[in-house]
T-cell receptor, first 117, second 110 residues
Framework: GAGVSQTPSNKVTEKGKYVELRCDPI?????LYWYRQSLGQGPEFLIY????????DSGLPNDRFFAVRPEGSVSTLKIQRTERGDSAVYLC???????????????FGPGTRLTVL | SQQGEEDPQALSIQEGENATMNCSYK?????LQWYRQNSGRGLVHLIL?????REKHSGRLRVTLDTSKKSSSLLITASRAADTASYFC??????????FGSGTRLQVQP
């Protein structure tokens, strides 16, 4: 079946602008995750959805970042008043959930490369 | 913060040789996953090993886990030029989000 897809693949914006990044998870996956990866580093967790609700948003760096998943499938990561430091690759992943806690394999999308000029 | 730390940071070998990458972590885990990444984009899942497992194989990949030492290793046997990529370990500590290390950059010379 289809994997995780993300759009756009690249986004260039100016400092101060608003951007939206979209993620389409694997059909049927309850859990959806957003990560951010800076050059030369491993991905860092931003937010995790279980169904429609954000179960853990402890990785969001500040209140300029917000994410939604209104119907429990597609998710949008929204960044207000972008700063040059927001430039990174934003990765989305989805997975099934294991009973009793823990996560099964997370499948990643190709990412959106955000450049803030 | 990053829980996992890969060692070495970079590794260069000849085609046909084996490549070994190590990962250390700090807190107890439910499972540990290894991923490959080409050209800084999408992560490809390689293998998942649960905390009650000690070794797992998948094709040319062999992963070990030592929870007493809080460490894991990934062995790629008979490496190929196409194995050139960055490799990351990621731990699931029960909060479902993965915590990644900083990665090992593997270069396989043809």
């Amino acid at each position: 079946g289809a994997g995780v897809s993300q759009t756009p693949s690249n986004k260039v914006t100016e400092k101060g602008k608003y951007v939206e990044l979209r993620c389409d998870p694997i059909s049927g996956h309850t859990a959806l995750y957003w990560y951010r990866q800076s050059l030369g580093q491993g991905p860092e967790f931003l937010i995790y959805f279980q169904g429609t609700g954000a179960a853990d948003d402890s990785g969001l760096p500040n209140d300029r970042f917000f994410a939604v998943r209104p119907e429990g499938s597609v998710s949008t990561l929204k960044i207000q008043r972008t700063e040059r430091g927001d430039s990174a690759v934003y990765l989305c992943a989805s997975s099934e959930l294991l009973a009793g806690g823990g996560t099964d394999t997370q499948y990643f999308g190709p990412g959106t490369r955000l450049t803030v000029l | 913060s990053q829980q996992g730390e890969e060692d070495p940071q970079a590794l260069s070998i000849q085609e046909g040789e084996n490549a070994t990458m190590n990962c250390s972590y700090k807190t107890s885990i439910n499972n540990l996953q290894w991923y490959r990444q080409n050209s800084g984009r999408g992560l490809v899942h390689l293998i998942l090993i649960r905390s009650n497992e000690r070794e797992k194989h998948s094709g040319r990949l062999r992963v070990t886990l030592d929870t007493s030492k809080k460490s894991s290793s990934l062995l790629i046997t008979a490496s190929r030029a196409a194995d050139t990529a960055s490799y990351f370990c990621a731990t699931d500590t029960g909060r479902r989000a993965l915590t990644f290390g900083s990665g090992t950059r593997l270069q396989v010379q043809p």
